[in-house]
């Protein structure tokens, strides 16, 4: 069964940073590209980037440049996305998401990992 | 890059017909046929319903049909049915290797 697998929900206060993971099953983690969607409260999907598996390139989007870091280990096929300095408006849904390239035909999706910004 | 422009909300009787809009410029919608759109029901994941404009992806239903315009996508979702009640994004290739989102619409079956 083709799948991705998050972490678990985090709480961490305001200027921490968390690290959601991302584990696929079912096909070749190096054959997708790997992109990471997230959802506030009640809001819309907001783009953050993406990763190559098969050559570690990224690209993020700007809102998230010089806070965002997404990584990836290939011996234990497992994508991270890292976000640092977090607000409390960075309280959301964090998914990732598979996609063939950069396209944004995002054909399978995470379950989503909660993560909350509070004092 | 700005987000793409969905109506907040729309809604339709079942069997009947209802087509969302989704707005961008010559540098998203109108500059790529990369067009895509995710049906999210309440506490679940998005799931892709149609890509590249117009194309489903298997075991998606074909009342479900996507076409573009101009600057201008459409999701049209035929014989409604009180399962597609549902918020449904649209999100286009925005050049750079970049993906921008709609801000959603709310499908209301009455």
């Known amino acids: 069964q083709v799948q991705l697998v998050q972490s678990g929900a985090e709480v961490k206060k305001p200027g921490a940073s968390v690290k959601v993971s991302c584990k696929p099953s079912?096909?070749?983690?190096?054959?997708?590209?790997t992109h990471w969607v997230r959802q506030a409260p009640g809001q819309g999907l907001e783009w953050m980037g993406w990763?190559?598996?098969?050559?570690?390139?990224?690209k993020y989007a700007q809102k998230f440049q010089g806070r965002v870091t997404m990584t990836r280990d290939t011996s234990i096929r497992t994508a991270y996305m890292e976000l640092s300095r977090l607000r409390s408006d960075d309280t959301a849904v964090y998914y990732c998401?598979?996609?063939?390239?950069?396209?944004?035909?995002?054909?399978?999706w995470g379950q989503g990992t909660m993560v909350t910004v509070s004092s | 890059q700005s987000a793409l422009t969905q109506p907040p909300s729309a809604s339709g009787s079942p069997g009947q017909s209802v087509t969302i809009s989704c707005t961008g410029t010559?540098?998203?919608?109108?500059?790529?046929?990369?067009v895509s759109w995710f049906q999210q029901h309440p506490g679940k994941a998005p799931r892709l319903i149609i890509y590249?404009?117009?194309k489903r992806p298997s075991g998606v239903p074909d009342r479900f049909s996507g076409s573009k315009s101009g600057n201008t996508a459409s999701l049209t979702v035929s014989g409604l049915q009180a399962e597609d009640e549902a918020d449904y994004y649209c999100?286009?290739?925005?050049?750079?290797?970049?993906?921008?989102f709609g801000g959603g619409t709310r499908l209301t079956v009455l």
């Open positions: 998401a598979r996609d063939e390239g950069w396209e944004g035909a995002f054909d399978i």
């Open positions: 079912g096909y070749t983690f190096t054959a997708y590209y």
């Open positions: 990763i190559n598996p098969n050559s570690g390139g990224t």
């Open positions: 010559s540098s998203d919608v109108g500059g790529y046929n990369y």
């Open positions: 590249e404009v117009s």
């Open positions: 999100n286009s290739y925005a050049g750079s290797n970049s993906v921008v």
